[in-house]
């Protein structure tokens, strides 16, 4: 389908890909992953055209037909119907519409079999393209991604930057194209329109390239991973889970292999250090020198995973209620938020706050924030509590002129330079990167200086509107770990399901105009909320008869010892031999992964993986029955 062979792309003096390859089959859905700067979104742009490779070649077919959504049609800009905007994905029917309108005016003062030809022509290429039925697949596709039957006659420009991007996400999908480029698809969706969108997915028949942060989205949509890095695209034949799996076995064999050669290097250091200088031996000291030198080196792993090795201050302890809301009433024009609302954060809770958009989520955290005062009701904070609130329209007041470290050093003096530093490098600014201007920074970079400076307050109450936006997923880790290490209080807005599981130990959502809690994780939440239906409606199970239980066995007479000595080492020999013939195959699976040509079959290579880690499960189990087995041994005899 698609083609990437010996792909280079520079910028400057730097190579964001060097020698890479990568074909795309038809059908298979791909999730694109990388860090942030390894080159994902700038790899769509190429194999659409809009950039050149230095060098290299992108072969497809002429008629391949692409449907790319990328963060530039934010600037898309139309005052008619969002309906119509979607709808202009049908070029050839609206063409042949407007040409059989004009057919059929000239019908009525023009009757020759001419007119009445061409316009059967059309209806017939029209009716062929299923041109009846292209708006009720506009509706369909707008209902799925949110839009109501009245905002879809609504015009375009009235609506938000993310709204408008789930219409050019429509008018891709409308397309029906060959394959699918999707950058960021959920960055601007609720959880509900997400959800759709990869019923939508899994269902379509074209291949897909998805270019996302949120592993939940792709584990239930590719079943293919390429991680873009250093240079190089690197395939793995599964999904998000298969893939960070597999990477750690690929590592581990890495590792292995690092630190086997490394002893060799040292030890053949070591000859040649011993008869470098006797004649004798010197000619052969120089011949495992340039042994040496021809060896090739296997790279010791790179630690992607970097860990949040700062500690949060706050100076004060808030007291046990954080926030206490009574009949807090908030409404706009034709729209009822919320009615008579009740609800308490306690010292210590960790919220999620979930729900469609257009529930009052963000207008939820303007009111606990005291950004929003235009409601009835109270909304107070309680004893020493300091706040601190995040979203995506405070990145507009970073300093654009400052450096990175200037902007936190303002925000907080408190803290020394090294505590900045090390804060910055937790969000993968290291080095020389922290003197960067925020002016020349990306959206995604200006959301970790943003979440930087949040996490350096001396608050100790977060309110946080969609921190994960722009981010990419070591950053989203790095941010679960400061907030799981953070020992105030937090309320959060995310659509990153993955993300509010590792955080969260309590959930609102807004139903009825009303703030309701879960008691639990978000995958807690999500198994309730799925058998709410189901159990409402369910007859509750017949009781059944208790089992008699049996009566306990007695316990055999004690062996003698000596026999059940021999008896327990004849076992432990049993086990050694089996530990033996485990070691030999897990070696024989090492050396099938090291081959290189394995990762180009992914049937074989999930064999052989699967054959590996079962064996490994094995032998470690065996081994902590024999260590189990030779101290039972040993208390026996010395009994």
């Not at 707008?142 to 009235?158: H, K, T, Y």
């Not at 327990?568 to 086990?575: A, D, E, M, R």
Request: with cysteine; glycine share 6%; aromatic share 8%.
């Amino acid at each position: 389908m698609i083609a990437i062979n010996n792909l280079t792309f520079e910028i400057g003096a730097r190579a964001l890909y060097d020698d890479a390859n990568w074909h795309i089959k038809p059908g298979e859905k791909i999730g694109l992953i990388g860090a942030n700067g390894t080159g994902k979104t700038t790899l769509l742009k190429i194999i659409v055209g809009a950039y050149s490779p230095t060098s290299g070649t992108i072969s497809m077919a002429k008629d391949l037909k692409i449907g790319y959504l990328n963060q530039d049609l934010l600037s898309y800009h139309s005052d008619k119907s969002i309906l119509h905007v979607a709808m202009e994905a049908f070029e050839r029917q609206n063409q042949l519409h407007t040409e059989i309108e004009i057919l059929l005016k000239k019908l009525e003062t023009d009757y020759s079999e001419d007119i009445l030809h061409k316009l059967s022509d059309k209806q017939h290429e029209f009716e062929a393209l299923d041109g009846y039925n292209i708006e009720f697949r506009a509706h369909e596709i707008l209902a799925g991604l949110g839009f109501s039957e009245d905002q879809q006659n609504r015009p375009l420009a009235e609506f938000s930057g993310g709204w408008r991007m789930r219409v050019m996400l429509a008018r891709i999908l409308l397309q029906a194209p060959d394959i699918l480029l999707l950058d960021e698809p959920t960055n601007h969706l609720d959880l509900p329109s997400i959800k759709w969108l990869e019923t939508y997915l899994q269902a379509f028949e074209g291949a897909i390239v998805i270019v996302s942060h949120d592993r939940y989205f792709l584990d239930r949509v590719v079943n293919k991973i390429v991680e873009s890095r250093k240079g190089k695209l690197i395939p793995y034949a599964g999904n998000y889970s298969f893939y960070l799996e597999e990477k750690a076995l690929r590592e581990e064999i890495q590792s292995g292999q690092y630190k086997n050669q490394q002893a060799k290097i040292r030890q053949e250091e070591r000859l040649i250090e011993r008869f470098r200088a006797k004649a004798s031996k010197a000619k052969m000291a120089q011949s495992r020198i340039k042994a040496l030198e021809r060896m090739e080196r296997v790279d010791d792993v790179d630690d992607d995973n970097p860990t949040v090795n700062f500690s949060f201050k706050f100076s004060k302890q808030s007291g046990r209620h954080v926030v206490r809301m009574e009949h807090v009433n908030k409404s706009y024009p034709g729209l009822e938020i919320l009615k008579d609302a009740h609800a308490v954060i306690e010292k210590g809770d960790k919220i999620a706050l979930i729900g469609a958009n257009g529930r009052g989520k963000s207008t939820l955290l303007r009111i606990i924030a005291r950004t929003d005062k235009d409601f009835t009701g109270l909304a107070e904070t309680g004893h020493n509590v300091t706040t601190t609130f995040f979203a995506q329209h405070q990145l507009e007041s970073l300093h654009l002129e400052n450096e990175i470290l200037r902007e936190l050093q303002a925000f907080a003096p408190k803290h020394t330079e090294t505590e900045l530093r090390s804060i910055l490098g937790c969000f993968l600014f290291t080095g020389d990167d922290a003197f960067k201007k925020i002016k020349v920074l990306s959206g995604g970079e200006k959301s970790r200086v943003a979440l930087a400076k949040a996490l350096t307050a001396d608050a100790n109450f977060l309110i946080l509107d969609e921190p994960t936006n722009h981010l990419d997923i070591q950053s989203v880790n790095i941010l679960i770990q400061a907030l799981q290490q953070f020992e105030g209080t937090f309320i959060v807005v995310s659509h990153d399901r993955y993300f509010l599981d590792n955080v969260a130990n309590k959930i609102w959502y807004i139903e009825d105009q009303e703030i309701k809690q879960y008691p639990g994780t978000y995958q807690e939440y999500e198994e309730w909320a799925s058998k709410r239906v189901v159990s409402a409606t369910k007859p509750a199970p017949a009781p059944q008869p208790k089992k008699e239980e049996k009566p306990k066995e007695k316990t055999p007479p004690s062996e003698d010892k000596s026999r059940q000595l021999k008896k327990l080492n004849q076992t432990l020999q049993q086990l050694e031999e089996k530990i033996t013939t485990l070691e030999k195959d897990l070696q024989r699976c090492e050396i099938e992964l090291g081959d290189e040509s394995l990762y180009a079959n992914p049937a074989k290579l999930a064999e052989v993986n699967e054959r590996y880690q079962k064996t490994k499960t094995e032998l470690q189990a065996v081994q902590a029955d024999w260590e189990a087995l030779a101290e039972q041994i040993m208390e026996l005899e010395s009994a």
